[in-house]
């Protein structure tokens, strides 16, 4: 384990992230209200002030206000999101992608900015880390030979949060992944609001130039065999609900911390998925595959510093270590 200087963890391309100052969680709502984006639209989850709304519930609201709005300018305001990137599936141009040259691979914030045709003073990146770390791990770790666009891909997202009030952004990886791509997340948790009727679990996506769909379904509960299994999801017309998901990506999900993880882990291993985790912590990584050796599992490959994490800051006193919202990546398989 490397320090942040040799690990260059306070390389990120932002104006408002400086290595010699870089933005800290405790003054992230400081930075949001002179942004003018605390508590506005998709930027709700990064402070505490809607702690009290469980997971999901604030994707009903927007759904429900998306639904009044006209312009794709009143839409992209509603979410705090610059207008140049609405609509989401189409944010990607081709003019941007030349600017990256041929055949470049979008593999680092630099670039998905390049891409977006966005400034490096947008603070975007603050919650486009989820969906851009899906993406990096759907390109890096499940299809590095390129995204198949000839069948259904699911991915399952176990433990999900925050990402759940997210669920409008994701839209973006129709822009980045390939033209005819059908792809279908579940983020499954108990922390998952039970709240939620059936229309408001289901969200679809579609960019019909491109032929390219995404469908997220939230699902409340631990995540057990019947969901690795697509069993529990059956009765649905659409996904790839009678097999396994291509891959089970879990994000921030603490499972040293929590013993619930245990069973789930375990049949995930036996059953040979391919599992990818991020953490906000290195040593924690770290312990995870000592952890797994023990119970006759191992990482697969040497864990790496996630291009796509959060540029927020996280010094954890306690134990003096430095963090970030899904800084690192391993691989279980």
């Given amino acids: 384990m490397g320090s942040i200087e040799s690990k260059k963890l306070h390389d990120f391309p932002f104006d408002f992230y400086k290595s010699t100052a870089p933005l ?84 680092q914030w630099e670039k998905a900015y390049t891409a977006l045709g966005l400034p490096l003073s947008c603070p975007a990146a603050l919650i486009l880390e989820y969906p851009m770390t899906v993406y990096y791990m759907l390109t890096k770790y499940v299809f590095p030979k390129g995204v198949p666009t000839n069948e259904p891909i699911e991915v399952h997202l176990p433990g999900a949060e925050k990402e759940c009030d997210l669920v409008f952004l994701f839209e973006v990886l129709l822009a980045f992944l390939p033209a005819g791509v059908d792809l279908t997340i579940r983020m499954v948790g108990p ?81 040979k998925a391919k599992i990818v985790i991020t953490d906000v912590m290195e040593p924690n990584i770290e312990l995870l595959r000592v952890n797994m050796m023990r119970i006759g599992f191992k990482m697969t490959e040497p864990h790496q510093v996630n291009p796509f994490r959060g540029p927020l800051h996280r010094w954890t006193p306690d134990c003096n270590f430095p963090g970030f919202s899904n800084g690192f990546i391993c691989v279980l398989h």
């Fill in 191 to 271: 922390s998952v609001s039970p709240n939620l009727k059936d229309d408001q679990r289901l969200y679809k996506f579609e960019d019909k130039d491109r032929k390219s769909k995404l469908t997220i379904h939230l699902v409340t509960g631990h995540y057990e065999k019947q969901h690795y299994s697509g069993e529990v999801f059956a009765s649905e017309k659409d996904g790839n609900v009678n097999k396994p998901p291509s891959a089970v990506f879990m994000l921030n999900p603490a499972l040293l911390a929590h013993e619930t993880w245990v069973p789930t882990i375990q049949f995930l291993m036996e059953a």
């Fill in 24 to 107: 800290q969680i405790y003054n992230a709502v400081i930075f949001l209200i002179r942004e003018g984006l605390h508590n506005v639209g998709l930027y709700r989850r990064i402070c505490h002030c809607y702690d009290k709304i469980p997971f999901g519930e604030l994707t009903t609201e927007f759904q429900n206000e998306m639904a009044t709005l006209k312009s794709d300018k009143e839409k992209a305001t509603f979410l705090g999101l610059p207008e140049e990137m609405y609509p989401l599936s189409k944010c990607v141009t081709d003019e941007n992608l030349k600017k990256l040259g041929e055949n470049a691979k979008i593999d």
